[in-house]
């Protein structure tokens, strides 16, 4: 269970499918026009329940909770030392010229 004032992420339906454009491949006009929002939830829920949330300026929004916001999770990798060097080779390049 999550809780009231817990940094949550919802999905929201931006259109449904009557709604969006005409000229849109067939497999993309059946399903709605979906995206996600982030904010405080208002009151205590679980997941995949229509809740309401605050976002950071304000919104309140309804939308199905998809869960906490968690610590990114994502990087670069190792860094690249062809790339790392690159700058130096070519200063010297050009500063010998």
């Given amino acids: 269970m ?5 940094y949550v992420e919802i999905k929201i339906t931006i259109l449904n499918p009557d709604e969006r454009a005409e000229n849109l491949p067939e497999d993309t006009k ?3 026009y979906e995206g996600k929002l982030r904010g405080y939830l208002l009151n205590n829920a679980e997941i995949g329940e229509l809740v ?3 976002t950071p300026i304000g919104r309140i929004v309804k939308g199905i ?3 906490l916001v968690k610590e990114y999770e994502h990087n ?3 860094p690249i030392r062809e790339l790392i060097d690159v700058g130096k080779k070519i200063r010297e390049k050009y500063l010998r010229e």
């Fill in 2 to 6: 999550l809780k009231k004032g817990d």
């Fill in 65 to 67: 909770l998809l869960g």
């Fill in 76 to 78: 670069f990798g190792e």
């Fill in 52 to 54: 309401e949330i605050e």
């Fill in 30 to 32: 059946r399903v709605p």
